[in-house]
């Protein structure tokens, strides 16, 4: 069976969840033994269940709505100190990597390869400048 509070699966003769505590003494067996398939991945999950524990997507639409994070200042952030070329670029961007949103994932790689091939150009830039003036003043 599968306990309605944390969707983890249990033994048919469990009286509490192993693992969240929950009381199944006082719910009908029919609804523990139940099984539904989660929309996004197809693999079983508890009927109670708010979020699939195998793919990590939310069950109920407004539940998904209110978790989703918006990172749209940090991404903001991120593109501003990547064409200035600084290192607060790069640490944005490894921060937008570690985030559990795909479009702050995304986000974060796509800044990091921008950001690693813009500081490379400023620094053959800046060496180009450094050979010109060695050879202007000597």
Request: hydrophobic share 45%.
């Amino acid at each position: 069976m599968f306990c309605p509070a944390c969707g983890s699966k249990n033994d048919d003769e469990a009286k509490f969840c192993k693992k969240c505590g929950e009381d199944f003494s006082n719910l009908g067996s029919n609804r523990l033994n139940a099984i539904d398939r989660c929309p996004y991945c197809a693999e079983e999950i508890s009927p109670a269940a708010k979020k699939c524990k195998h793919c990590g997507e939310w069950l109920d639409k407004k539940t998904r709505n209110q978790d989703t994070n918006d990172y749209s200042l940090a991404i903001l952030l991120g593109i501003i100190f990547t064409i200035l070329g600084g290192i607060i670029g790069l640490i944005i961007s490894l921060y937008l990597i570690s985030r559990n949103d795909k479009r702050a994932q995304n986000a974060g790689i796509v800044l990091l390869i921008v950001n690693i091939v813009w500081i490379f150009v400023l620094l053959i830039m800046f060496a180009g400048w450094m050979a010109a003036m060695s050879y202007y003043y000597y």
